[in-house]
């Protein structure tokens, strides 16, 4: 259960590479933004039946109660939203291996402001490797 995280994050860059491959087959003849909706429409379906398989959605009201909570919730919606029309978008126009590093440059800007906004700390083996990734992102997007 120690490295759960590591698990989930593994799998978490593996269905994310498959979003790029199924994305960029996808949109090859229709309109980006008109595939994302229908995209973020069959994810809520899927997380719903999640929810209901897990036997959480009593949860939900509590969540809509909470302020904080739901305000936060509702941000990182909408900017999930814009990451995805972008992502498309991207994906419409440029290589799979071009966009691909591109947008894990989400790595390094979140490193970043998690220091700066939820004081994080972070040691200079990962401000390495965080540097190392926005240089591998350019290196590979450019190459």
Known sequence: MENLWLVFGLLSAV???LVAIFGK???QSVDANAATSI??????VFLLAVVVFQ???????????????????????????LSWLFYFLALKFG???????????????ATILAAALLGEKVSILAGVGVALIALGAMLVALG
């Open 15 to 17: 269905t994310a590479a």
């Open 25 to 27: 087959i996808g949109l």
């Open 39 to 44: 995209r973020s429409v069959i994810m809520a």
């Open 55 to 81: 036997g959480t959605l009593k949860e939900i009201p509590a969540i809509l109660a909470d302020k904080k909570a739901i305000t936060y919730i509702a941000l990182s919606g909408v900017a999930g939203a």
């Open 95 to 109: 290589k799979v291996s071009q966009v691909a590093p591109i947008d894990k440059l989400s790595v390094v800007i």
